[in-house]
């Protein structure tokens, strides 16, 4: 952040202000289903976030829809296939793996052939255009059709 209010000529404070109230209510910005799947999922399964990007704002984005409670594991990492972040979470037990980006279900697939691999497909999004490819053993739509899978 400290870049992008030097590049920007933004101080440093404002943007920090900025980001702070955009984070205080992201969760408005859940998907209608996220709630009642958690509730009934975490009751009977382990769950994790794995998610890309800036390690910092991951965490905040996270703790700010006051969702961090149902996971056991969030984790933030800089590798966009995600596969050998998987697999740690993994520890060589059968899972499940949910994520938007075919790039990243064919990485996962790749190196953990016994991980079932759930595309998500809200019809939106970057990867919304691309196709599936040969990672993905399911696709679905919304947290419903996942409950079925588990």
């Known amino acids: ?3 992008v ?3 920007s ?9 900025a980001l702070n109230a955009i984070i205080s209510g992201a969760k408005e910005f859940l998907y209608h289903d996220v709630i009642a799947f ?3 999922a975490q009751g009977d399964h382990l769950l994790s976030i794995l998610t890309f990007g800036d390690d ?3 965490r905040m984005k996270v703790a700010g829809t006051g969702i961090s409670w149902y996971f056991q594991n969030i984790v933030v990492t800089q590798d966009i296939q995600k596969a050998v972040d998987a697999e740690v979470l993994a ?8 994520d938007d980006n075919p790039r990243a279900l064919e990485a996962v697939k790749t190196r953990l052939p016994h991980i079932t691999t759930v595309r998500m497909r809200r019809g939106h999004g970057r990867y919304t ?3 599936s490819g040969g990672g993905v053993d399911h696709e679905i739509t919304d947290l ?3 409950m079925k899978l588990l």
């Open 144 to 146: 419903n059709e996942l």
């Open 1 to 3: 952040m400290e870049l």
């Open 91 to 98: 520890c060589g037990a059968s899972a499940l793996f949910v």
């Open 129 to 131: 255009d691309e196709p």
């Open 38 to 40: 958690l509730q009934t």
């Open 5 to 7: 209010a030097k590049r």
């Open 56 to 58: 910092r704002f991951q």
């Open 9 to 17: 000529n933004v101080p440093f404070l404002h943007l920090e202000q």
